[in-house]
C-alpha cells in the first residue's frame, strides 16, 4: 500500500492499514523518541502513547506536507509532554532543585573519537528540561521562540537551559576523556 492509501486505511480505522503503517514508520519515529527519552523503556511508552494519537488524530491530516513530519510532531509533543508533567511533579515535590552548572570549555580531541551512541547516551543523561531544549533546538531545529510557546516558559529560559545543556555535555565528554587517556 502507499502511504495515501495508508493514511485513507488509519481513517477508516482498518487494523490492517494500522499495522501497516506502523511497521512502516515506527523505527524512525522510535528513533525521534530515544532523543528525548531518559531510557529504552521511557522511549516504548513514548512511541507507544505517540501511535494512539497518531490513529486518533490522523482524519486531521490533511495531505498537506509531509505526513512523515507530520507524524513526528505528534512524537515530540507526547515525549514533551510526558517530561513537561515528570518536571511539574518533581517540582511540587522539590522546590529547591538546582540544575546550575558551571561552564567548562571541551577540547577537540575530547571529542574525536565519540560515536553517534555514545553522544545519545550522554544526552539521554541529561536532566529532563536540558534534554528536551537541547532535542528542540540542535537536533529539531526549533527556534527558542517556538520552544518556549511548546513548553510554556520565556524565550531566555530556553537559551539558558540550552547553554546549560551545552556546558553539561561538554564536561561528560571531557570526564569521558579523562577516563579514556
Known amino acids: 500500500m502507499t502511504t495515501e492509501e495508508l493514511i485513507v486505511g488509519c481513517k477508516r480505522k482498518d487494523p490492517v492499514a494500522q499495522k501497516q503503517l506502523y511497521s512502516v514508520y515506527s523505527g524512525r519515529m522510535f528513533g525521534v523518541c530515544l532523543r528525548y527519552a531518559k531510557n529504552q523503556a521511557d522511549a516504548e511508552d513514548i512511541i507507544q502513547d505517540s501511535f494512539i494519537k497518531i490513529f486518533e488524530k490522523i482524519y486531521q491530516f490533511k495531505n498537506e506536507g509531509s505526513f512523515e513530519g507530520w507524524m513526528k510532531r505528534i512524537v515530540v509533543n507526547t515525549a514533551?509532554?510526558?517530561?513537561?508533567?515528570?518536571?511539574?511533579?518533581?517540582?511540587?515535590?522539590?522546590?529547591?532543585?538546582?540544575?546550575?552548572?558551571?561552564?567548562?570549555?571541551?577540547?577537540?580531541?575530547?571529542?574525536?573519537?565519540?560515536?553517534?551512541?555514545?553522544?545519545?547516551?550522554?544526552?539521554?543523561?541529561?536532566?529532563?528540561?536540558?534534554?528536551?531544549?537541547?532535542?528542540?533546538?540542535?537536533?529539531?531545529?526549533?527556534r527558542h521562540e517556538e520552544i518556549a510557546d511548546m513548553l510554556g516558559i520565556q524565550p531566555v529560559t530556553s537559551r539558558t537551559q540550552l547553554a546549560k545543556a551545552r556546558n553539561m555535555l561538554q564536561k561528560k565528554i571531557m570526564d569521558l576523556h579523562k577516563i579514556a587517556v
Not at 515528570?86 to 511540587?92: A, F, G, I, M, S
Not at 553522544?119 to 540542535?138: A, S, T, W
Open 80 to 142: 514533551l509532554k510526558k517530561y513537561t508533567l515528570l518536571r511539574y511533579d518533581r517540582e511540587r515535590s522539590h522546590p529547591d532543585l538546582n540544575l546550575l552548572e558551571q561552564n567548562h570549555s571541551c577540547e577537540p580531541s575530547a571529542y574525536s573519537g565519540l560515536t553517534e551512541k555514545d553522544l545519545m547516551k550522554l544526552i539521554r543523561e541529561l536532566p529532563d528540561g536540558y534534554r528536551m531544549i537541547f532535542n528542540l533546538n540542535v537536533i529539531e531545529g526549533y
